[in-house]
């Protein structure tokens, strides 16, 4: 299947920091990627979708101004967790599907452990 | 609202054994259905994806589709210890620009 990478692949950080979560399709062009958030024993949860080339789209009750992203190229995908605090301590995973084809067969990145202290 | 829906699970199953998981979605436009499977602590990894009404093999993996049941099913065949994960069934929905619906997941133990 097709690649795509994420990192940091763990971060800790002191509370009110910035962290930065880069991700990448190794191997093919992403227009769209999604960003996730998952908390233990829970279900993924859509935050946003990164749009390169435009403003990204987030899912009700994700806050855009804490959680910034910024889709420069078409390989790269990056989420700014803004003032991070004890409670944006998860686990965050981007994909990205790999469109053009007749198929769209979405591929997740292996995630990034945040822990806040 | 789009939703879809899984055994809730946990399903348990012997080694050697044929694992079945169920899948129902809400939206009959759908025209994507994919199959990931996460171990715990890692990151989705997509084992099938399937477009088309009927049956698609890959290895000891089968998915099948019925379209006009919004129905979408998993077996695993020789079920392994290895196999022992969450296995989350994903939907793309009519007009929703390659988003994914999940399910909540079903976790499969098989036990040597």
């Known amino acids: 299947g097709a690649v795509v990478s994420q990192h940091p692949s763990r971060v800790i950080c002191k509370s009110g920091t910035s962290v930065k979560i880069e991700c990448r399709s190794l191997?093919?062009?992403?227009?769209?990627m999604f960003w996730y958030r998952q908390f233990p024993k829970q279900s993924l949860m859509l935050m946003a979708t990164s749009n390169e080339g435009s403003k990204a789209t987030y899912e009700q009750g994700v806050e855009k101004d804490k959680f910034l992203i910024n889709h420069a190229s078409l390989t790269l995908s990056t989420l700014t967790v803004t003032s991070a605090h004890p409670e944006d301590s998860s686990f965050y995973i981007c994909?990205?599907?790999?469109?053009?084809?007749?198929?769209?067969?979405?591929?997740f990145g292996p995630g990034t452990r945040l822990t806040v202290l | 609202q789009k939703e879809v829906e899984q055994n809730s699970g946990p399903l348990s199953v012997p080694e050697g054994a044929i694992a079945s998981l169920n899948c129902t979605y809400s939206?009959?436009?759908?025209?994507?259905f994919f199959w990931y499977r996460q171990y715990s602590g890692k990151s989705p990894e997509l084992i099938m994806s399937i477009y088309s009404n009927g049956d698609k093999e890959d290895g000891r993996f089968t998915a099948q589709l019925n379209k006009a049941s919004q129905y979408v099913s998993l077996l695993i065949r020789d079920s392994q210890p290895s196999d022992s994960a969450t296995y989350l069934c994903a939907v793309i929905g009519g007009g929703s620009n390659y988003k994914l619906t999940f399910g909540k997941g079903t976790l499969l133990t098989v036990n040597p």
């Open positions: 994909s990205a599907p790999r469109t053009g084809s007749s198929y769209n067969e979405q591929f």
């Open positions: 939206d009959r436009g759908s025209q994507s």
């Open positions: 191997d093919f062009q992403a227009t769209t």
